[in-house]
């Protein structure tokens, strides 16, 4: 093993934070390129199943939050971005790769929201499991990216408390409101479940990426968690969780769960999933149309540099 390699290593075993000017393997750049892009993707392409509701918030108070949630996925998107950018890739290389279907995004944002439970149970399930993700992450190798999801995650919790908190007005509600929210805790539990990726033994990116520390656990490690504490918040709930063999287990000290559809999983993973091509369509649209805004503000910054470049040479 070369110096830099043995100094690249001895830093990650010592936990010191990995920062964009050190030497870093190429494969170690990669992953984290495809992991964080791919993250920042989900955030904004996260925003389309709740944006569709901003009209239909059925209050004033429940729109302004919603639309401070949507507003703070964007924001994210914006953090992990520049995460990105600081191991060489270009934010129009990584759209690019978003719009051609290059780069993945997370399946969950691939399902409808159909009724207004659904952003109860989006805020509780999927940024339940999205925090159970992203905490461990507040402590990965590379300091860019780690520094990024603190900001996110403390934004991430008040995201699952607003969710839980519709989640509760609706079961305390009216029988039809129960209903609501039982019917979007059906269709939205298997699906949060497998946000967490495919189980350990058919992952293949797991084990070099703990070994790195860019993941603190393993994806079936923190889908166990996810279902030990959803199941007992259910229960707060008062709601079912649709899964007829989960069950305590007294020996390892958690939730046995059902077999999960991982069929359904790759299907949607693969863009075959109900809203694959309207999101990615929605997506490459909201690009094109802000071209102008983009040209704009770049034609503004090199003006400004212009002028501070004058300045400077007027004052010497
Ligand atoms: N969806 O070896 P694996 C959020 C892909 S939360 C689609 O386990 P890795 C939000 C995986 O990319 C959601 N694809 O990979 C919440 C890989 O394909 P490639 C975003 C998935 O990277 C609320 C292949 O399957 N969170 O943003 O070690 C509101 C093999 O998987 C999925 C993050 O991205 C999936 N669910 O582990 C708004 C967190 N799962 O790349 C927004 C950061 C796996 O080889 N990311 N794949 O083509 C991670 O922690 C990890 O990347 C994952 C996957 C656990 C997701």
Known sequence: MDTLAKHF??????????????????????????QISQHAHSEI???????????????????????AKVQDEAGHGL????????????????????HTGKAKYSSIFNYPTISWADMGAIGWLVDGAA??????????????????MVR???????????????????????????????????????????????????SPHTAQSVRWRIKRFTNDELRQKFV?????????????????????NEERGHYDFGVINWDEFWNVVKGNGPCNKQRVE??????????????????????RKARAAESTMKAA
């Open 9 to 34: 290593e001895e830093k990650i075993n010592n936990e010191v934070t990995i920062e964009a000017k050190d030497w870093l393997p190429d494969n170690y750049r990669k992953t984290l390129i495809r």
């Open 45 to 67: 392409v996260g925003m389309l199943p709740e944006g569709n509701w901003i009209t239909r918030a059925p209050s004033l108070r429940r729109k302004a939050v919603l639309l």
């Open 79 to 98: 953090y992990l971005y520049s995460a990105a950018e600081t191991l060489g890739i270009s934010r129009d290389e990584m759209m690019d790769q978003l």
């Open 131 to 148: 925090i159970m993700n992203q905490v461990p992450l507040c402590r990965t190798s590379y300091g860019p990216y780690a520094r990024a």
């Open 152 to 202: 996110v995650c403390k934004e991430e919790s008040f995201h699952q408390r607003q969710g839980f908190e519709i989640m509760l007005t609706l079961s305390n509600g009216s029988e039809v409101q129960r209903k609501m929210a039982q019917d979007a805790l059906n269709r939205w539990w298997w699906p949060s479940i497998m946000m967490f990726g495919p189980p350990d033994d058919n």
């Open 228 to 248: 030990d504490i959803g199941v007992e918040q259910a229960k707060i709930l008062g709601l079912e969780v649709p899964d007829k063999d989960l069950k305590w």
């Open 282 to 303: 929605t997506r490459k649209k909201a690009w094109d149309e802000g071209k102008w805004v983009r040209d704009a503000a770049t034609a503004y910054a090199e003006k």
